[in-house]
């Protein structure tokens, strides 16, 4: 990843509403969400959240399906392991057991 498409990650990523709908859609896992069912949970307006997420679909951090009359969004999974080696590459100054405990603390809950 590029530091521009970095930064328009983490943009995407700089609003409450944006960074609840992402957490929820990481959350969900692969299956993803109904466009309704987010709405539901996150307590977001349909067109604002429409905007959010096509604000995460342009950074890239979200991606969409059709099912039948449904839209399913789920969380970009590589994007964001993307978006996380590139926050870290550099990390703790050739010392990696510094960093050693952060790829696993999401996912340990």
């Known amino acids: 990843m590029d530091q521009d498409a970095a930064i328009g990650a983490l943009s995407a990523l700089a609003h409450p509403g944006r960074l609840e709908v992402f957490r ?8 993803g969400l109904a466009a309704g ?17 096509n604000i995460l ?5 979200v991606a969409s399906r059709r099912e039948g009359r449904s839209v399913i969004y789920t969380a ?14 550099d990390c703790c100054a ?8 952060l790829g696993a603390s999401g996912c340990a809950s």
Not at 24 to 31: C, D, K
Not at 57 to 61: F, I, P, Q, R, T
Not at 76 to 89: H, K
Not at 94 to 101: L, N, R, T, V, W
């Open 94 to 101: 050739g010392k990696p057991e510094i960093c050693a405990d």
């Open 57 to 61: 679909a342009g950074a890239g951090l």
């Open 37 to 53: 069912e987010i709405a539901r949970a996150t307590q977001i307006l349909p067109n604002t959240l429409s905007t959010n997420l």
């Open 76 to 89: 970009a999974y590589d994007r964001m392991r993307q978006l996380l080696g590139f926050l870290m590459e």
């Open 24 to 31: 929820l859609l990481v959350r969900a896992g692969p299956e």
